[in-house]
Nanobody, 114 residues
């Protein structure tokens, strides 16, 4: 069974940084494309970034140049480094294995506020 556990969220001031982690089990991580998504209150869940099995990355326009997605196959972990955070980045962040789109972790809350 696919299991995803996110961590690393918190409260940060505008302009600050956070690094989110997601550890996966139940999948062959080395060939898995992984994604980070977020859902703000009252809004639909949206794609933030994806990374393919070969390392190719894709970002939402709203985070390009500020966020970096990376993965470590040996640790079954995908990270999201978030820099220059803005209040509009406030959301619950989730990771997902793109091959199993119905499986989600519990998410981790990111709040950007002064």
């Amino acid at each position: 069974q696919v299991q995803l556990v996110e961590s690393g969220g918190g409260l940060v001031q505008p302009g600050g940084s956070l690094r989110l982690s997601c550890t996966a089990s139940g999948i062959i991580f080395s060939v898995a494309a992984m994604g980070w998504y977020r859902q703000a209150p009252g809004k639909q869940r949206e794609l933030v970034a994806t990374i393919g099995s070969g390392g190719r990355t894709n970002y939402a326009d709203s985070v390009k140049g500020r966020f970096i997605i990376s993965k470590d196959n040996a640790k079954n972990t995908v990270w999201l480094r978030m820099n220059s955070l803005k209040p509009e980045d406030t959301a619950v962040y989730y990771c997902r294995c793109e091959r199993f789109p119905n499986y989600w972790g519990q998410g981790t809350q990111v709040t950007v506020s002064s």
